[in-house]
DNA sequence: CACGAGACCTGTTCGC
DNA sequence: TGCGAACAGGTCTCGT
């Protein structure tokens, strides 16, 4: 699932509930269960196990890909990685096959954190920002300014889509939306980051903010068989449109290797300037 | 400092 | 049909 809009959704479902499930907000853990147990980053099992129960919901946030829940004594941190999620479901329904840990409610629900490739990580600490400190600006936060991004590009000499994806450097894209970004910025992804002129780095803010408010408008985008009615997926500029034509020139859609991965681009709307 | 490769995992899809 | 390779929304660590 999980790049900043996938996590926000859940976040959001989580704080105010859906149609079908309510919000934990002010519910107490009644106990919890670990099934996989390198999930557990932080605390040990056992003290993971004693610490939890008693302890109240306070509030939910976000921070780049991470999900916060602030309890009465602490924090709970979640990374979903590649193929985690959240999901609630009521206390006498059996868990997934894929379910790491689960959170038991007084209230007679259960979170489950699901995943399959067991990538996903917990932390519960005293002080969130033992986690999050090394995160870069929130690109949707205040503080992320063109002036900031342009800065941040000239002081590295990065190809741009890993400096995208780099989350010390801005947290919270990953290798769909920095496509998307890049793309609807005109720029290719691996244009050289100090090459980048003001007026480009000015594009490229408002590009960024907007694929991420779009894939959090439309609730995320659900890829493969992890459904939550996000329908970003459909509205892909570029990633995984290999070959398709580009919706803005028709030019067929490529994609190259950058690092185990690939980055897709439209050749024509994305030229790379020959002198880098 | 910047980049590539390998590790961590399981499931699905693709090609022969 | 069967089987292995390639691939998947991420990040860490190591070597060059």
Redesign the pocket.
């Known amino acids: ?3 900043l809009p ?1 996590v926000e959704t859940i976040r959001r479902a989580l704080r105010d509930g859906t149609g079908e499930f309510p919000g934990i907000l002010g519910w107490e853990i009644e106990s919890v269960a670990l099934l996989w147990p ?1 999930t557990l980053a932080k605390p040990t099992p056992t003290e993971f196990r004693a610490r939890l129960p008693g302890q109240q919901v306070l509030d939910i946030w976000r921070r ?2 991470f999900l916060i829940v602030t309890l009465t004594a602490g924090y709970l941190l979640f ?5 985690g999620d959240l999901v609630l479901c009521r206390s006498q329904e059996t868990v997934s ?2 379910c790491r840990l689960w959170i038991e409610f007084r209230e007679r629900w259960r979170l489950c954190f699901n995943d ?4 996903g990580r917990v932390w519960l600490v005293t002080d969130a920002q033992e986690v999050l400190s ?1 995160l870069g600006p929130e690109p949707l936060g205040e503080s992320f300014t063109t002036q900031k991004l342009y800065e941040g590009l000239q ?5 741009l889509k ?2 995208l ?1 780099d ?2 450097f801005l947290a919270g ?4 939306y920095s496509d998307e970004a890049l793309n609807l910025a005109h720029l290719h992804p691996l244009t ?2 100090h090459h980048v002129t003001l007026h480009q780095a000015e594009h490229l803010w408002r590009a960024i903010r907007s694929v991420l408010q779009e894939g959090i408008r439309r609730n ?7 459904y939550r009615g ?1 329908d970003f ?1 459909n509205h892909l500029r570029v ?2 449109r290999y070959g398709l034509p580009c919706r803005e020139c028709g030019t067929p859609i490529q994609r190259i ?6 980055a897709h681009f439209c050749p024509r709307c994305q030229p790379l300037r020959s002198e880098t």
């Not at 399959?116 to 990538?119: A, E, N």
């Not at 290797?257 to 690939?262: G, K, L, M």
Request: charged share 25%.
């Open positions: 699932m999980p790049e996938e390198r780049g890909k990374h979903l990685r590649m193929s096959s894929y399959t490739r067991k990538f090394t002081s590295h000499h990065r190809q890993s400096l994806m989350q010390t894209l990953g290798n769909i050289l980051s995320g985008a659900s890829i493969d068989w992890v996000g997926q990633y995984k290797r950058v690092s185990q991965r690939y």
